[in-house]
């Protein structure tokens, strides 16, 4: 059963440091910790970094580490998908900061497309989460989807390290990974709504080769399309799971202008 609030906690101590670790963090750095649960992860937080901002949704969480008073730490209640996080960010003067996080599992994509599309985005984030996700989104069976050009599109994920499901209390069903997300220095200067409508066109439908899908959304003849995609330097047959980031941004222009 899943737990309440994807409220999974951290029983090691060495997993934590080592999630803190991984961050790279000294006295200069500010970091948002979303959902700080217990302070499994705070307290060596607020041992590495400059500012900390913790937000937990659970009030009674929340007011239990407002006690433990971690040094440069600010905890605050709110739901990290409901709160004015440009607001935040600017009251506490913290355009520059790291995320770190245990995420909780049940909005993980939710909160990693905020994170990647919000006005001050993060140049770094550190993350624990589900090992099915966290693989997903780095594409490492090479088969790509919507969320890992998602997060392709903005920036560079990678694997960190594995975690067992045996380190939280309570276990959940599965393990977890920790992956890095860091931002990229350029962001394509193209429409972003324009360039996922084309993203999503292209996996509507999952077993069809990429040319049906995209001349049936945007009725464009596959000849054409075809054609299009060979300067791409695209198979002819491929599917969209094949197409990394580069091929789509190929291929975009030429869909936008047919729109
Ligand atoms: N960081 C702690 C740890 O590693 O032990 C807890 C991690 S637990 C997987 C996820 C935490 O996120 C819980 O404390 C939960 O209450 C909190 N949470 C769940 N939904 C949230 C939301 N929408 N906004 C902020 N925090 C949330």
Same mark, same amino acid.
Request: without cysteine; positive net charge.
């Given at each position: 059963?899943?737990?309440?609030?994807?409220?999974?906690?951290?029983?090691?101590? /060495?997993?934590?440091?080592?999630?803190?670790?991984?961050?790279?963090?000294?006295?200069?750095?500010?970091?948002?910790?979303?959902?700080?649960?217990?302070?499994?992860?705070?307290?060596?937080?607020?041992?590495?970094?400059?500012?900390?901002?913790?937000?937990?949704? /659970?009030?009674?969480?929340?007011?239990?580490?407002?006690?433990?008073?971690?040094?440069?730490?600010?905890?605050?209640?709110? /739901?990290?998908?409901?709160?004015?996080?440009?607001?935040?960010?600017?009251?506490?003067?913290?355009?520059?900061?790291?995320?770190?996080?245990?995420?909780?599992?049940?909005?993980?994509?939710?909160?990693?497309?905020?994170?990647?599309?919000?006005?001050?985005?993060?140049?770094?984030?550190?993350?624990?989460?589900?090992?099915?996700?966290?693989?997903?989104?780095?594409?490492?069976?090479?088969?790509?989807?919507?969320?890992?050009?998602?997060?392709?599109?903005?920036?560079?994920?990678?694997?960190?390290?594995?975690?067992?499901?045996?380190?939280? /209390?309570?276990?959940?069903?599965?393990?977890?990974?920790?992956?890095?997300?860091?931002?990229?220095?350029?962001?394509?200067?193209?429409?972003?709504?324009?360039?996922?409508?084309?993203?999503?066109?292209?996996?509507?439908?999952?077993?069809?080769?990429?040319?049906?899908?995209?001349?049936?959304?945007?009725?464009?003849?596959?000849?054409?399309?075809?054609?299009?995609?060979?300067?791409?330097?695209?198979?002819?047959?491929?599917?969209?799971?094949?197409?990394?980031?580069?091929?789509?941004?190929?291929?975009?222009?030429?869909?936008?202008?047919?729109?």
């Amino acid at each position: 059963m899943p737990t309440k609030l994807g409220q999974n906690f951290l029983t090691s101590d /060495d997993i934590s440091r080592k999630i803190a670790d991984s961050a790279g963090l000294s006295t200069k750095d500010n970091v948002l910790e979303i959902g700080p649960g217990k302070g499994m992860l705070t307290k060596y937080l607020a041992e590495y970094a400059g500012k900390i901002l913790a937000l937990e949704i /659970d009030r009674a969480l929340a007011s239990g580490l407002q006690k433990e008073n971690y040094r440069n730490t600010k905890i605050i209640e709110g /739901d990290i998908l409901k709160i004015n996080l440009p607001k935040l960010i600017e009251e506490n003067d913290f355009q520059n900061y790291k995320i770190v996080a245990n995420l909780p599992y049940y909005i993980t994509s939710k909160i990693i497309r905020l994170l990647l599309e919000t006005k001050y985005p993060p140049r770094k984030m550190i993350l624990m989460v589900q090992k099915e996700v966290g693989e997903r989104i780095v594409a490492l069976d090479s088969k790509e989807s919507i969320l890992s050009i998602s997060v392709k599109f903005y920036a560079e994920p990678e694997i960190l390290f594995y975690v067992a499901k045996e380190n939280f /209390d309570p276990a959940p069903e599965v393990d977890s990974v920790v992956i890095r997300i860091k931002r990229k220095k350029e962001i394509p200067k193209i429409d972003v709504k324009k360039f996922f409508s084309i993203v999503k066109a292209g996996f509507s439908s999952k077993r069809k080769m990429l040319v049906n899908n995209l001349s049936a959304s945007f009725s464009v003849p596959k000849a054409e399309l075809l054609k299009q995609m060979k300067k791409a330097g695209l198979d002819q047959k491929i599917r969209a799971e094949k197409l990394k980031i580069e091929d789509w941004l190929k291929l975009q222009n030429f869909l936008n202008a047919k729109k």
